[in-house]
């Protein structure tokens, strides 16, 4: 028997899982529902809440709840629940541990692969805090795929007349667009844009600001509990849904506080024509990126021969005015919004399987992958740094691509490599997102050639290489400087956490580690010290350098081990040497 790979949304606001059985993909549901609140808390007896109970509990307890994490993947903030701080990683491992559960409830047997869906705008490292996410909760992410793209999957994956077709995906936190074409069954997708902060959760807040001007207004300057805070939010959400498809809402909320002793309710009306007026630049912004995207794909409004909708805030009766004005068509939206993605997932985790899918899918890469150089500006006679793309926006996945450099001087020992993403001609305009030094070059003259090599994979996960060609000395990048990544010692401590939260008792699972075996700001500052030595090697005389990578490797292993009287040395003799080279 094949193992069930399962297709898993991990959505801003709410998620689903999926799996392909008998030819086509079905949802996997309890309590006769698919949809999945992307809310956890911890109750006040301690007791972990995901899902439904999560969201319930958020108006009354919001200091013990956290919603829409997605936003905040592979920024390295922290969130507070119930007092205690927990990583972006982790919240969204909750949520995939509790998916994992549902679905071997239903399945009836274990579930540990998974295609997880990510927004086709989200950066290297966003994707690499999914799919560490991923690990945590237990699974093994085979695969993970762009939401518009699984959702093409949902919609036409039997489609064999060739089209060229939009997917608009507008869900709670993030907004994609991609072009795709279909033919012979292939998938395609042409180009991609979008916006990782953009979604339902600013309509929310619009809503929420017009309430605080409402009771600003009506009763003077109030400062609201968390509580009334969470409650007006909740509401806001609610007249939000209501507006898809009434023109007016009534938001009501009971003794939000107490104003001279006496209790103070909401109550407003709220019209579609004001709400519209409210989220009218944020519908601006996504026809933006529809015009980015097809002239990424060299297309007009024209060649697009169907819309198709997805996301929960797509519902939105203002985003079908924009589709149909700026296309002439009326947008596709029949397949639920909110379920197409995973339903997709789950169509691409059965090709994976080797199961019979009518579908092929070819994926591209919605952002410039590129590197730092120096190259002599005539008019001012001397040196200026560009940015130098390998991997091009809107290529084909997966992709490698490798261009040459050369050292700048005789017997040049070492080189950096710093990695940026974006389209910027100058480097620092850019996203750096990681860099390392490939030192112990040849002693040659100026001019050695330097291979860099940058891999994406169809997971848009980038791996760069660089290789001095006469030699054959090479170093692959590890982006280990870049935000939001986890450390190995904090990925046992994450799965320890979780394994904590849920009870997990089995043999296989992770020990918790004690979280205060080494202090984090102890970490922290030996990871501040390493980035500043990394930037004074390259100049540092040869015995200084040597000196430096040692002691660098020396508290690189004190961090792994959790020796802090270790650390502390180490740390405490690099930024002896540090201050010297300063001064």
């Not at 021969?305 to 005015?321: D, I, N």
């Not at 149909?324 to 090709?351: H, K």
């Amino acid at each position: 028997m094949k193992e069930t790979i399962v297709g898993i949304d991990l959505g801003t606001t709410n998620s689903e899982v999926a799996v392909f059985e008998n030819m086509q993909p079905a949802l996997i549901k309890r309590n006769n529902t698919a949809i999945f609140p992307s809310y956890v808390g911890i109750d006040q007896d301690g007791k972990l809440l995901v899902g439904e109970a999560a969201r319930n509990q958020y108006p009354v307890y919001p200091e013990r709840t956290v919603k829409s994490i997605k936003r905040l993947m592979g920024s390295g903030e922290k969130v507070t629940m119930a007092g205690k701080q927990y990583a972006p990683q982790e919240i969204s491992a909750i949520i995939l541990k509790s998916l994992k559960e549902i679905a071997e409830e239903q399945l009836g047997h274990a579930v540990s692969r998974a295609v997880i869906t990510v927004p086709a705008y989200f950066s290297d490292i966003q994707r690499q805090a999914t799919r560490e996410a991923g690990e945590v909760a237990g699974f093994e992410t085979i695969k993970m795929i762009n939401e518009p793209t699984a959702a093409a999957l949902a919609y036409e994956g039997a489609q064999h007349d060739g089209k060229t077709i939009m997917v608009y995906d507008l869900g709670g936190g993030t907004f994609d667009v991609s072009v795709v074409r279909i033919e012979d069954g292939v998938i395609e997708v042409v180009a991609s844009h979008g916006n990782n902060q953009l979604g339902g959760d600013d309509f929310d807040r619009k809503i929420v600001d017009y309430v605080h001007k409402h009771l600003a207004e009506t009763h003077g300057e109030i400062t609201l509990s968390p509580e009334a805070e969470a409650r007006i939010i909740r509401a806001a959400e609610q007249a939000k849904l209501t507006l898809s498809d009434n023109p007016f809402a009534e938001i009501r909320e009971e003794y939000l506080f107490e104003k001279d002793g006496v209790p103070v309710h909401l109550a407003l009306e709220l019209s579609r024509d004001t709400y519209e007026e409210m989220i009218t630049p944020f519908i601006d912004e996504t026809l933006d990126a529809i015009h980015i995207a097809l002239q990424g794909a060299d297309l007009t409004a024209s060649d697009i021969e169907e819309v198709l909708l997805v996301g929960g805030s797509s519902r939105t009766p203002l985003v079908h005015e924009y589709i149909e004005r700026e296309f002439g068509i009326l947008p596709r939206s029949e397949v639920d919004p909110d379920l197409c993605v995973a339903c997709g997932a789950a169509i691409q985790a059965a090709m994976i399987a080797g199961e019979e899918v009518s579908a092929v899918l070819v994926d591209i890469t919605p952002y410039t992958f590129g590197t730092g150089s120096l190259d002599f500006d005539i008019q001012r006679m001397g040196y200026k740094d560009i940015y130098v793309p390998l991997i091009k926006k809107n290529t084909p996945i997966p992709t490698r691509k490798s261009e040459v450099f050369y050292t700048m001087y005789d017997n040049q020992e070492s080189v950096r490599v710093r990695v940026y993403q974006g389209e910027n001609s100058k480097p620092n305009e850019n996203i750096e997102i990681g860099e390392f030094l490939i030192s112990g070059l040849s002693e040659v003259p100026e001019g050695n050639e330097i291979i860099t090599t940058f891999a994406l994979d169809t997971d848009g996960i980038l791996q760069v290489t660089a290789t001095e060609k006469c030699s054959g000395l090479s170093k692959t990048i590890t982006i280990d400087n870049a935000i939001g990544r986890f450390q190995e010692d904090e990925l046992a401590r994450a799965k320890g956490k979780i394994v904590e939260l849920f009870g997990d008792d089995t043999d296989d699972a992770q020990p918790v580690v004690e979280e205060g075996a080494t202090p984090e700001p102890e970490f922290q500052e030996a990871e501040k010290t390493l980035v500043k030595a990394e930037h004074l090697m390259e100049n540092a005389e040869p015995e200084d350098r040597e000196e430096m990578v040692d002691l660098a490797e020396t508290i690189k292993d004190a961090m792994r081990n959790n020796d802090a009287d270790r650390l502390a040395e180490a740390v405490n003799e690099l930024n002896e040497i540090i201050f010297y080279l300063e001064s």
